[in-house]
């Protein structure tokens, strides 16, 4: 069972109080208002009267003069009780004639970090600090073209004897430089007083840590960039950094070839970043250029309906499914239908990929891995059988926090099968 809103009564005398909700005009329609509530990351598109309306509601005045209101100023009758009703459903209203509405944010998780503001860290993204991203990009670039030495390559994630040791120190300075990125992300959010939240997530059959920041839909399209882009620049400038510290700070070889070894595998990170048919961070820039609203969603059904219209083609048989872009404007419907194709090839090149090839790699790794603490225990050397030993740990430790969030992330798919093997 669920508990269900409760039935508030709304007449013309109720007076509403809501909570603190954020209101901005459409990026592409004055006569559209963006409402929400950023603790929720509920946001609603309504017709600019209606977010009038809101107004007059938050200042105090009754339905019934609300409505008054908006006759006399705009010249056009609404219905504010049904728009309470509504925005009641959304989260958005806390109590009506005193009495309290049940908030659905208590059982949400509160935001990292609810601390920081943009008086904190508005100081990161302004003028000066962008200039100084910018330099030391351009030093970077400039001493890679003199010095091609020091451009990256494969050989140098490799950097010691022992392979299970080499992933095990790679991997603790991928973590930190993905944790950097990822709060890059929530530090954007937090510039522009949008909540936000870090945790892991699946792409695919890849584990990813992510940030929500659902509240960035409460700024305009341009401020929406910096949150998007946060977490790449941060990248570029880590591994531009670390390139001048390695070619100019003469260290010890091997905090030297232990920095290489990090500027390779952020990296490798950067390609993930352009698999714009996951919602990776440029699939978020492309979403806004396109100026669509919900690409991802509606590409993948637009690509379901497809595929049930191929079948029933197949069948020889009438498909039942409608064309779900068909309600969409006609820029956001053109854009949805070519991204369903790319979305349909990248993830059939990708999972092909990965079972062609990654898994393949991984098991073939973990059972030489095997084979060395096997031998090991029958009298082999013992180095080697605690390298493998390390690279056991890791792959399954990745795997295991995989399964875990894909589980956690994907409930009704365990729900369904479940409830089918339950007599």
Do not use: C
């Amino acid at each position: 069972m669920t508990d269900a809103t409760p039935t508030v009564l709304i007449t013309a005398e109720s007076r509403v109080g809501l909570h603190r909700l954020i209101a901005r005009s459409d990026d592409d329609d004055p006569d559209v208002v963006i409402v929400g509530r950023a603790e929720i990351g509920e946001y609603v598109e309504l017709p600019a009267v209606y977010g009038e309306a809101i107004r007059l509601l938050s200042e105090g005045h009754s339905v019934g003069s609300a409505e008054e209101r908006v006759v006399a100023e705009q010249g056009v009758e609404i219905d504010v009780a049904e728009l309470v009703e509504a925005v009641t459903e959304l989260g958005f209203v806390r109590s009506v004639d005193g009495r309290p509405v049940p908030d659905p944010a208590a059982g949400t998780p509160r935001s990292h970090f609810p601390w920081l503001t943009e008086r904190h860290v508005g100081w990161l993204f302004s003028r000066p600090m962008k200039l100084a991203w910018l330099a030391t990009v351009a030093a970077a670039l400039v001493t890679l073209a003199v010095r091609p030495s020091l451009l990256p390559h494969y050989e140098d994630f490799f950097w010691g004897e022992y392979v299970g040791l080499t992933v095990l120190v790679n991997t603790v300075l991928m973590s930190m430089a993905m944790s950097m990125h990822e709060l890059m992300h929530l530090t954007a959010a937090r510039s522009l007083g949008v909540p936000g939240r870090i945790g892991f997530g699946t792409r695919l059959h890849n584990l990813v840590v992510q940030t929500d920041v659902t509240g960035v839909w409460g700024v305009s399209r341009r401020s929406r960039y910096r949150v998007y882009l946060a977490g790449l620049a941060w990248d570029l400038f880590l591994m531009a950094a670390v390139t001048l510290l390695v070619a100019y700070a003469s260290l010890p070889p091997l905090a030297t070839a232990v920095l290489q070894a990090m500027v390779v595998a952020v990296l490798m990170t950067i390609p993930f970043q352009m698999q714009v048919y996951m919602r990776t961070d440029l699939y978020y820039v492309l979403r806004d250029l396109l100026r669509t609203r919900n690409l991802f969603e509606d590409g993948l059904a637009f690509a379901r309906y497809l595929r049930a219209k191929a079948w029933a083609a197949l069948r020889r048989r009438p498909s039942r499914q409608e064309d779900p872009t068909a309600d969409l404007a006609p820029h956001e419907r053109r854009a949805t239908r070519v991204y369903a194709v790319f979305l349909v090839i990248g993830a059939a090149v990708s999972l092909g990929g990965f079972a062609l090839f990654t898994a393949p790699i991984a098991i073939v790794a973990v059972l030489r891995a095997l084979s060395a603490v096997t031998n090991a225990l029958t009298g082999g050397p013992v180095l080697p059988a605690l390298d493998s030993g390390l690279l056991i740990l890791i792959e399954g430790s990745i795997q295991a926090l995989f399964v875990m969030t894909f589980i956690r992330t994907h409930p009704r798919w365990f729900h369904w099968i479940g409830r089918r093997g339950t007599a």
